[in-house]
C-alpha cells in the first residue's frame, strides 16, 4: 500500500501565496505613498540682503537659482521660475512682459498665469519672509 503524500498542503500554498503578494503589494505601494504625501514645511533656500534688494519692478533673477524677484506695490515679491507643465525652467522676457519655457512653448504673463499651452497652472510664487534684514526665499512645497 502506498500513501501519496506531497510535500506542502493546499492551505500551506495558497498561504504562501498569499503573504508573498501581500509583501509585493506593499513594496510597490510604498514608493506611491511618498509620492503622494504633502510636503512638510519649506527650506529658506535662498537669501539676499534687504540693502541689496533692487528697487525696480521688473523681474530680475537671483543669481543661479530659479528665483526671480522684484519690489511691487505690495513689497518683495518671488516668482519659483519652473514651468508648471513638465519643470523645465522658464525665463522672463521684458520685452514681451511675459514668462516663457523654451522647453514646450507655454507662456505666462508677468503674474504668472498661463496665457499660451500646454501649460495650465500657474507659475508658483515663492514664499518671501523678512528677517533680521534679509529676505528669506522659500522653495515651494511643490
Known amino acids: 500500500m502506498t500513501i501519496d503524500q506531497s510535500l506542502y498542503t493546499r492551505r500551506q500554498v495558497l498561504g504562501l501565496g498569499r503573504k508573498t503578494l501581500l509583501v509585493l503589494g506593499v513594496g510597490c505601494l510604498y514608493p506611491v505613498s511618498r509620492f503622494l504625501r504633502a510636503k512638510e514645511n519649506s527650506l529658506a533656500v535662498a537669501r539676499i540682503a534687504s540693502s541689496e534688494m533692487p528697487l525696480n519692478i521688473s523681474w530680475q533673477r537671483l ?29 522672463y522676457d521684458s520685452v514681451q512682459d511675459q514668462w516663457i519655457c523654451p522647453c514646450h512653448g507655454s507662456r505666462f504673463d508677468k503674474d504668472g498665469q498661463p496665457v499660451l499651452g500646454p501649460a495650465v497652472i500657474p507659475l508658483v510664487r515663492a514664499e518671501v519672509k523678512e528677517k533680521d534684514g534679509f529676505y528669506l526665499l522659500h522653495q515651494p512645497a511643490v
Request: glycine share 14%; hydrophobic share 35%; aromatic share 10%.
Open 63 to 91: 543669481g543661479q537659482t530659479r528665483f526671480w524677484l522684484r519690489q511691487g506695490n505690495d513689497g518683495v515679491e518671488a516668482m519659483w521660475a519652473s514651468c508648471t507643465h513638465l519643470g523645465c525652467e522658464v525665463s
